[in-house]
């Protein structure tokens, strides 16, 4: 079992930041990829970036040079770098590890709005 919780979400302006925090607990040496999803309301969820147990990440072509994620190892926490943050980035983002079986956080809501 692994347990993740989300944070760091709120109201931001177009073109500011937000970092989001992912701290896991539980079986963490299982973990092969943490990744960062957001669902917009009437929308499908979808992937945001992924980071490996190796560290290699990707991104989703929409947020490419604007997010980076990241890791800290000593405090078992995945992070999401949110830059140039534009309306339509606004969702609810979960954080998702995958060792084989899904796992998922309870989603921390990121609102962009003048």
């Known amino acids: 079992q692994v347990q993740l919780v989300e944070s760091g979400g709120g109201l931001v302006q177009p073109g500011g930041s937000l970092r989001l925090s992912c701290a896991a607990s539980?079986?963490?040496?299982?973990?092969?990829?943490t990744s960062w999803y957001r669902q917009a309301p009437g929308k499908q969820r979808e992937l945001v970036a992924t980071i490996s147990s190796g560290g290699n990440t990707g991104y989703a072509d929409s947020v490419k040079g604007r997010f980076t994620i990241s890791r800290d190892n000593a405090k078992n926490t995945v992070y999401l770098q949110m830059n140039s943050l534009k309306f339509e980035d606004t969702a609810v983002y979960y954080c998702n590890a995958y060792t084989g079986d899904e796992y998922w956080g309870q989603g921390t809501q990121v609102t962009v709005s003048s």
């Open positions: 539980g079986r963490i040496a299982s973990i092969y990829s």
